[in-house]
């Protein structure tokens, strides 16, 4: 029984019971108390409570069986009418209750017995009454919701004539064409907005929030267009149309998305329908509006005298026929069916034919000589034939289409026990069970949504439906994969997931229509670069891309953050809501019941509390337990098999299929973007080409230092060797528990050891799942040759684009990696490998070369020891300053020297030439510094400089001088000053880092010491870091006259309301993403999440970060622009070039000419 009736039920049951009749004295006095009086009668004998109890027992069985006769009446649908007895008084000197005079009429009241049916009677009967009243109400309601939900087509106009024109003409019989209206509203000159519409527009909000909602809009009528669900974009349009509040979001380009979706379907009529608002709205259409029409009249055939007058309002309107071919993106078969409407009219009418561009040449005095056609070229070729590289251009578009990459972990592989097997196939069933319950639920929530924007708003309807159910389902289970044991923070995640969704997208939409051209076009491209082709003119990559073809299609915009961070935060919710395992897996001893497999929960970071996505330990340690063999990747995290893409524009450039951004920025920070659109695009060629040449630069694993790392990974690590320990090795709480008259600093004490350890174990397992990333591909990658796609920071430092396995790693890292083509060593080859092995050990520092050549002949015995016995031996590889390195040159020292002509041993080891701290070096060139200039090799010099060691001498002297005075910590620091100590704060200081930044940096160095005193670490560290900006003050008082006017100018700036601007000696265009926050929040689900986005251009500069960031950014800049210039000449030269910021690395035998460049 409904649980309608049974509150109808109780409350007319309440009723009944209650006492009927005129109110006598013992009513009064609560007749019936004995059961519902609220007060007991003091008048009444026992005897007589007696007979009122009998009384009272008596009716209310009657009126209970009444009651039970009519609620089993009501089951059915033919009711019987069935009174109740009368209820059978006690004989004996019974109760006899007062009666109650009739209304209306006299005589004697009716029974009881039949006023007890009659009142059920009455309740019944007004019980089907209500019932009928709410199924009438629930069909007008159903009815209702139809017309809402059904999809408008014709919008409600603001202006009283055209409104009235389109009335007027649905009324009309027989209707005049839907040309003929076309061509009436073409020739009407947009209508002003009347003073309350223009008030709304101007009452819509920040231009920032306004922005952010049109973005939201447009990006949701791209997707309905995409997602075939055009209908509904159009009735999103029309409702947006008919408020004044919503329309300020409408766009030009919203109206021509819709136009355009209807003209590729041949829809005429709806295309008119949004002229009409077009022209409502006080827009004039331009040539993407006049191409959707005209398209659409092609595919209908339209006659022409509609297409001429079409073709002349647009002449009117000053816009050009020839335009429509060459500056509209349209596709081949849309231009086919505009062209087919041109010719109606205009039979002779040919499309310009796609003119080839006049190669654009950069006119900076800087890159002269690398644009100059005269002069000696030798750009260098790829060791690898045509065949091969074409080859490997389908493995690569292979993986990219596939958007992962599945690898060998090389975590140490378990015993396969019974326990392994058994966790392996409950994970495998689980994964199939949640595979079906994600697309089940993703189903219901795309229908949800649907019913959602069925209401005239943006939802996530569309974005859900880019991507199958099953493509969803396994990025989610990926995500899940991954989750680390002590969660993530759901915004995070959120836009991860947000932003997968997107690159998947991307991806799947460049395969439905670029593959073909793109494959013929880098068939043709690999005649630069192929070992066995030549081209008629040598040329840089940029520029021979493109000779080969028109520009390229335009690039795909990407969602508004808001958007990412709200369809990851949706889907996030599906992975707690459906996913589910058995609870006997948590407890082996429970139910069998569901339960969830992540958890929502809150926790604090860094005084903040956020929403944390937590897996159960039982899923974690299910997952342990199974220790499953594979790794899987983004396919834009995985170095690529072939060569990258030339950078050709800020759009187009390094992977095939996946998007990637020339400026890596935050996401949601547009402000990098537009300024790199409105940049002539030769400005820009320093910096594509330099990312270009960089990127191909080919790559192999060094296999015999990774099967040394792989050892030591394998065993419990070497922390010392920067190889990670595994978890089961991190510190563990102290166990036991505090007696119970435990001083309080004993509590906290605890409290503080729990934290410590908690901390470390949280460090270890991010540096090992670091670790066997890096290894893994290494492992994947170890018989291939592979190459590292590049893009920049907004400042234009360089960085290789797979973030897991690069050259720009830690000294581990770089050792697992040597060029993929050899080069002879040369007359001078074997030399500068020693000397770069000197300069690995952190030896001779302040030594000309002669003396490190001596100094590595002197030691060359412990040199083959290691590379013969790397494990065994002497181990002195293991006691310098880069060890890994060391040994992989160690290595190669070892096989040049046992070679029978070592000039002619083929080296693909790559060789460093280090700057000598970069920034203090552009500094003293800004400043005209010559004694800092000394210092740090911006003169001649017989011997080189060292300024690393030249601070930490001058802190040597300041600290013996405080020792002579008493001060304690300055005497426990003697002879533990070193280079090593001050070297990174040295380096930093002229980058921005504070005086906090800069002790972290010392404490650091400082606990790597084993023999120094622990307990005066923090009180050492803090007279470290003020005796090194002393020094540093002392020895560069030029670069700290420079840093403050620097940030003092920017300042100024800052407060003068504008973001600090300008343009690198290369031409890229810089600007500083310094803004104050601005607050965006995303509310409902398991958590409303509200992020603060810095790169709101709309608000005021944030002055702090504007000043302070200004003077490491401009050193950054000019260090990047002469890194890429480096880069150039070197190409120019046939030189193989890479760069790890200011370190240089090229062939040993090319040392010295790139020390020339």
Same mark, same amino acid.
């Given at each position: 029984?409904?649980?309608?009736?049974?509150?109808?039920? !109780?409350?007319?049951?309440?009723?009944?019971?209650?006492?009927?009749?005129?109110?006598?004295?013992?009513?009064?006095?609560?007749?019936?108390?004995?059961?519902?009086?609220?007060?007991?009668?003091?008048?009444?004998?026992?005897?007589?409570?007696?007979?009122?109890?009998?009384?009272?027992?008596?009716?209310?069985?009657?009126?209970?069986?009444?009651?039970?006769?009519?609620?089993?009446?009501?089951?059915?649908?033919?009711?019987?009418?069935?009174?109740?007895?009368?209820?059978?008084?006690?004989?004996?000197?019974?109760?006899?209750?007062?009666?109650?005079?009739?209304?209306?009429?006299?005589?004697?009241?009716?029974?009881?017995?039949?006023?007890?049916?009659?009142?059920?009677?009455?309740?019944?009967?007004?019980?089907?009454?209500?019932?009928?009243?709410?199924?009438?109400?629930?069909?007008?309601?159903?009815?209702?919701?139809?017309?809402?939900?059904?999809?408008?087509?014709?919008?409600?106009?603001?202006?009283?004539?055209?409104?009235?024109?389109?009335?007027?003409?649905?009324?009309?019989?027989?209707?005049?064409?839907?040309?003929?209206?076309?061509?009436?509203?073409?020739?009407?000159?947009?209508?002003?907005?009347?003073?309350?519409?223009?008030?709304?527009?101007?009452?819509?909000?920040?231009?920032?929030?306004?922005?952010?909602?049109?973005?939201?809009?447009?990006?949701?009528?791209?997707?309905?267009?995409?997602?075939?669900?055009?209908?509904?974009?159009?009735?999103?349009?029309?409702?947006?149309?008919?408020?004044?509040?919503?329309?300020?979001?409408?766009?030009?380009?919203?109206?021509?998305?819709?136009?355009?979706?209807?003209?590729?379907?041949?829809?005429?009529?709806?295309?008119?329908?949004?002229?009409?608002?077009?022209?409502?709205?006080?827009?004039?259409?331009?040539?993407?509006?006049?191409?959707?029409?005209?398209?659409?009249?092609?595919?209908?055939? *339209?006659?022409?005298?509609?297409?001429?007058?079409?073709?002349?309002?647009?002449?009117?309107?000053?816009?050009?026929?020839?335009?429509?071919?060459?500056?509209?993106?349209?596709?081949?078969?849309?231009?086919?069916?505009?062209? /087919?409407?041109?010719?109606?009219?205009?039979?002779?009418?040919?499309?310009?034919?796609?003119?080839?561009?006049?190669?654009?040449?950069?006119?900076?005095?800087?890159?002269?000589?690398?644009?100059?056609?005269?002069?000696?070229?030798?750009?260098?070729?790829?060791?690898?034939?045509?065949?091969?590289?074409?080859?490997?251009?389908?493995?690569?578009?292979?993986?990219?289409?596939?958007?992962?990459?599945?690898?060998?972990?090389?975590?140490?592989? *378990?015993?396969?026990?019974?326990?392994?097997?058994?966790?392996?196939?409950?994970?495998?069933?689980?994964?199939?069970?949640?595979?079906?319950?994600?697309?089940?639920?993703?189903?219901?929530?795309?229908?949800?949504?649907?019913?959602?924007?069925?209401?005239?708003?943006?939802?996530?309807?569309?974005?859900?439906?880019?991507?199958?159910?099953?493509?969803?389902?396994?990025?989610?289970?990926?995500?899940?994969?991954?989750?680390?044991?002590?969660?993530?923070?759901?915004?995070?995640?959120?836009? /991860?997931?947000?932003?997968?969704?997107?690159?998947?997208?991307?991806?799947?939409?460049?395969?439905?229509?670029?593959?073909?051209?793109?494959?013929?076009?880098?068939? *043709?491209?690999?005649?630069?670069?192929?070992?066995?082709?030549?081209?008629?003119?040598?040329?840089?990559?940029?520029?021979?891309?493109?000779?080969?073809?028109?520009?390229?299609?335009?690039?795909?915009?990407?969602?508004?953050?808001?958007?990412?961070?709200?369809?990851?935060?949706?889907?996030?919710?599906?992975?707690?809501?459906?996913?589910?395992?058995?609870?006997?897996?948590?407890?082996?001893?429970?139910?069998?019941?569901?339960?969830?497999?992540?958890?929502?929960?809150?926790?604090?970071?860094?005084?903040?509390?956020?929403?944390?996505?937590?897996?159960?330990?039982?899923?974690?340690?299910?997952?342990?337990?199974?220790?499953?063999?594979?790794?899987?990747?983004?396919?834009?995290?995985?170095?690529?098999?072939?060569?990258?893409?030339?950078?050709?524009?800020?759009?187009?450039?390094?992977?095939?299929?996946?998007?990637?951004?020339?400026?890596?920025? %935050?996401?949601?920070?547009?402000?990098?973007?537009?300024?790199?659109?409105?940049?002539?695009?030769?400005?820009?060629?320093?910096?594509?080409?330099?990312?270009?040449?960089?990127?191909?630069?080919?790559?192999?694993?060094?296999?015999?230092?990774?099967?040394?790392?792989?050892?030591?990974? !394998?065993?419990?690590?070497?922390?010392?060797?920067?190889?990670?320990?595994?978890?089961?090795?991190?510190?563990?709480?102290?166990?036991?528990?505090?007696?119970?008259?435990?001083?309080?600093? /004993?509590?906290?004490?605890?409290?503080?050891?729990?934290?410590?350890?908690?901390?470390?174990?949280?460090?270890?397992?991010?540096?090992?799942?670091?670790?066997?990333?890096?290894?893994?591909?290494?492992?994947?990658?170890?018989?291939?040759?592979?190459?590292?796609?590049?893009?920049?920071?907004?400042?234009?430092?360089?960085?290789?684009?797979?973030?897991?396995?690069?050259?720009?790693?830690?000294?581990?890292?770089?050792?697992?990696?040597?060029?993929?083509?050899?080069?002879?060593?040369?007359?001078?080859?074997?030399?500068?490998?020693?000397?770069?092995?000197?300069?690995?050990?952190?030896?001779?520092?302040?030594?000309?070369?002669?003396?490190?050549?001596?100094?590595?002949?002197?030691?060359?015995?412990?040199?083959?020891?290691?590379?013969?016995?790397?494990?065994?031996?002497?181990?002195?590889?293991?006691?310098?300053?880069?060890?890994?390195? !060391?040994?992989?040159?160690?290595?190669?020292?070892?096989?040049?020297?046992?070679?029978?002509?070592?000039?002619?041993?083929?080296?693909?080891?790559?060789?460093?030439?280090?700057?000598?701290?970069?920034?203090?070096?552009?500094?003293?060139?800004?400043?005209?510094?010559?004694?800092?200039?000394?210092?740090?090799?911006?003169?001649?010099?017989?011997?080189?400089?060292?300024?690393?060691?030249?601070?930490?001498?001058?802190?040597?002297?300041?600290?013996?001088?405080?020792?002579?005075?008493?001060?304690?910590?300055?005497?426990?620091?003697?002879?533990?000053?070193?280079?090593? %100590?001050?070297?990174?704060?040295?380096?930093?200081?002229?980058?921005?880092?504070?005086?906090?930044?800069?002790?972290? /940096?010392?404490?650091?160095?400082?606990?790597?010491?084993?023999?120094?005193?622990?307990?005066?670490?923090?009180?050492?560290?803090?007279?470290?870091?003020?005796?090194?900006?002393?020094?540093?003050?002392?020895?560069?008082?030029?670069?700290?006259?420079?840093?403050?006017?620097?940030?003092?100018?920017?300042?100024?700036?800052?407060?003068?309301?504008?973001?600090?601007?300008?343009?690198?000696?290369?031409?890229?265009?810089?600007?500083?993403?310094?803004?104050?926050?601005?607050?965006?929040?995303?509310?409902?689900?398991?958590?409303?999440?509200?992020?603060?986005?810095?790169?709101?251009?709309?608000?005021?500069?944030?002055?702090?970060?504007?000043?302070?960031?200004?003077?490491?950014?401009?050193?950054?800049?000019?260090?990047?622009?002469?890194?890429?210039?480096?880069?150039?000449?070197?190409?120019?030269?046939?030189?193989?070039?890479?760069?790890?910021?200011?370190?240089?690395?090229?062939?040993?035998?090319?040392?010295?000419?790139?020390?020339?460049?």
């Amino acid at each position: 029984m409904s649980a309608f009736r049974w509150g109808r039920g !109780a409350s007319g049951l309440r009723r009944a019971l209650w006492p009927a009749g005129p109110p006598g004295p013992l009513a009064e006095e609560g007749a019936l108390s004995g059961v519902w009086g609220r007060r007991r009668s003091l008048s009444a004998s026992p005897c007589e409570q007696d007979r009122r109890k009998d009384w009272g027992h008596a009716e209310l069985l009657e009126v209970l069986e009444a009651r039970v006769r009519q609620l089993q009446a009501a089951r059915v649908s033919e009711v019987t009418e069935r009174r109740p007895r009368p209820a059978r008084l006690p004989e004996a000197g019974g109760f006899q209750p007062r009666r109650k005079a009739q209304k209306g009429g006299e005589g004697t009241a009716p029974g009881l017995g039949g006023h007890w049916a009659q009142k059920l009677d009455q309740e019944k009967w007004a019980m089907q009454r209500r019932k009928q009243r709410l199924q009438a109400k629930l069909q007008v309601r159903v009815q209702q919701l139809a017309c809402e939900h059904r999809l408008r087509m014709v919008p409600q106009l603001l202006s009283a004539p055209l409104a009235e024109r389109l009335l007027r003409w649905e009324q009309e019989t027989p209707r005049s064409p839907w040309e003929e209206q076309l061509a009436r509203l073409l020739r009407e000159a947009p209508r002003r907005l009347s003073c309350e519409a223009e008030r709304a527009h101007e009452a819509g909000g920040a231009p920032a929030r306004l922005e952010t909602q049109q973005q939201r809009l447009l990006a949701f009528l791209e997707c309905c267009l995409l997602s075939g669900h055009l209908p509904l974009a159009h009735h999103v349009l029309v409702t947006c149309h008919g408020k004044w509040r919503q329309r300020r979001v409408l766009t030009l380009a919203a109206y021509n998305t819709v136009m355009l979706g209807w003209a590729r379907k041949g829809s005429f009529r709806e295309l008119v329908y949004v002229f009409f608002m077009v022209k409502d709205a006080g827009l004039t259409p331009d040539l993407l509006s006049y191409a959707a029409a005209l398209q659409c009249m092609g595919r209908l055939d *339209q006659d022409a005298r509609t297409v001429q007058r079409c073709l002349d309002q647009m002449a009117q309107d000053g816009l050009r026929l020839q335009d429509l071919f060459s500056s509209v993106p349209l596709c081949q078969e849309e231009q086919a069916a505009l062209l /087919q409407a041109v010719h109606k009219a205009q039979p002779t009418f040919s499309p310009p034919l796609q003119p080839q561009p006049e190669p654009q040449v950069n006119t900076s005095p800087l890159l002269r000589e690398i644009y100059a056609k005269e002069g000696p070229v030798s750009y260098p070729k790829l060791h690898l034939p045509l065949w091969k590289l074409q080859t490997l251009f389908q493995q690569q578009l292979r993986v990219e289409m596939a958007t992962t990459v599945t690898v060998q972990s090389v975590e140490k592989a *378990q015993l396969l026990t019974k326990e392994v097997l058994d966790a392996r196939r409950t994970l495998k069933q689980l994964r199939t069970a949640w595979v079906e319950a994600l697309c089940a639920g993703l189903r219901d929530v795309k229908a949800s949504e649907a019913r959602a924007a069925r209401s005239g708003r943006p939802t996530l309807f569309p974005y859900l439906c880019l991507l199958t159910e099953r493509e969803l389902a396994r990025l989610l289970l990926q995500t899940l994969q991954v989750l680390p044991p002590q969660g993530e923070s759901l915004l995070s995640l959120a836009q /991860q997931l947000g932003l997968r969704v997107f690159n998947r997208h991307a991806v799947q939409k460049k395969q439905l229509s670029q593959v073909q051209a793109l494959q013929q076009r880098y068939y *043709q491209y690999l005649h630069l670069l192929a070992s066995d082709t030549q081209v008629a003119v040598p040329c840089l990559p940029r520029q021979y891309w493109e000779t080969l073809g028109a520009p390229e299609a335009p690039h795909e915009q990407p969602w508004p953050l808001p958007v990412l961070v709200q369809l990851g935060k949706r889907l996030a919710e599906m992975l707690v809501e459906v996913v589910r395992m058995p609870g006997s897996l948590a407890a082996p001893q429970g139910s069998c019941s569901l339960i969830p497999v992540l958890y929502h929960v809150y926790s604090f970071r860094s005084f903040r509390q956020i929403g944390i996505l937590k897996p159960h330990p039982a899923f974690t340690q299910l997952l342990a337990t199974a220790a499953e063999h594979t790794l899987t990747f983004e396919a834009a995290e995985v170095p690529m098999l072939c060569p990258p893409l030339p950078w050709t524009s800020p759009h187009t450039g390094a992977f095939l299929l996946s998007p990637t951004k020339l400026v890596r920025s %935050v996401e949601g920070t547009t402000q990098h973007q537009r300024l790199l659109d409105s940049c002539p695009p030769a400005e820009l060629h320093g910096a594509l080409d330099a990312l270009t040449q960089l990127g191909n630069c080919a790559w192999r694993v060094n296999g015999r230092v990774l099967d040394l790392v792989l050892e030591l990974f !394998a065993a419990k690590g070497c922390p010392r060797l920067g190889v990670p320990a595994p978890p089961s090795e991190a510190p563990r709480p102290p166990e036991g528990r505090l007696p119970p008259d435990a001083s309080p600093a /004993q509590k906290a004490e605890l409290r503080r050891e729990l934290a410590r350890c908690l901390k470390v174990a949280r460090e270890m397992h991010s540096l090992r799942s670091d670790a066997l990333y890096r290894l893994s591909l290494a492992q994947h990658l170890r018989h291939r040759v592979f190459w590292l796609p590049h893009n920049m920071d907004f400042r234009g430092r360089t960085y290789p684009c797979p973030p897991h396995f690069n050259h720009l790693g830690s000294d581990l890292a770089r050792a697992l990696l040597e060029f993929a083509q050899g080069r002879p060593l040369g007359p001078r080859g074997l030399d500068w490998l020693k000397v770069h092995l000197v300069n690995l050990t952190g030896l001779k520092k302040r030594e000309p070369l002669q003396a490190r050549l001596v100094f590595a002949d002197e030691v060359m015995e412990d040199i083959l020891d290691s590379a013969d016995r790397p494990m065994t031996g002497r181990k002195w590889w293991m006691e310098v300053e880069e060890p890994w390195q !060391a040994l992989a040159c160690c290595m190669e020292i070892a096989r040049a020297v046992r070679a029978p002509n070592p000039a002619a041993y083929i080296s693909h080891f790559p060789v460093h030439q280090d700057g000598s701290c970069n920034g203090l070096q552009h500094y003293a060139a800004l400043g005209r510094d010559s004694i800092g200039a000394a210092s740090v090799n911006l003169l001649p010099s017989d011997v080189p400089q060292d300024v690393y060691s030249g601070v930490a001498a001058q802190v040597e002297v300041f600290r013996s001088q405080d020792a002579k005075r008493g001060v304690r910590v300055a005497q426990v620091l003697e002879g533990f000053i070193s280079r090593k %100590v001050v070297k990174q704060t040295v380096m930093t200081v002229v980058y921005g880092v504070t005086r906090y930044g800069g002790r972290l /940096q010392i404490e650091r160095r400082l606990r790597e010491l084993s023999d120094f005193p622990q307990e005066f670490v923090w009180e050492a560290s803090h007279y470290l870091v003020r005796q090194v900006f002393n020094s540093l003050q002392e020895m560069f008082s030029g670069t700290r006259a420079i840093q403050h006017w620097l940030t003092e100018s920017a300042r100024l700036i800052a407060h003068a309301g504008s973001a600090v601007e300008w343009v690198t000696p290369l031409g890229i265009p810089i600007i500083q993403p310094y803004h104050r926050d601005s607050k965006v929040m995303i509310s409902g689900g398991i958590q409303s999440l509200t992020f603060s986005h810095s790169g709101d251009t709309s608000q005021r500069p944030n002055t702090l970060k504007q000043k302070n960031g200004f003077p490491p950014n401009f050193i950054h800049s000019l260090d990047s622009s002469h890194m890429m210039l480096t880069a150039l000449h070197c190409y120019r030269k046939g030189l193989t070039f890479v760069s790890v910021h200011d370190c240089f690395w090229t062939h040993a035998a090319d040392v010295e000419v790139m020390n020339q460049v």
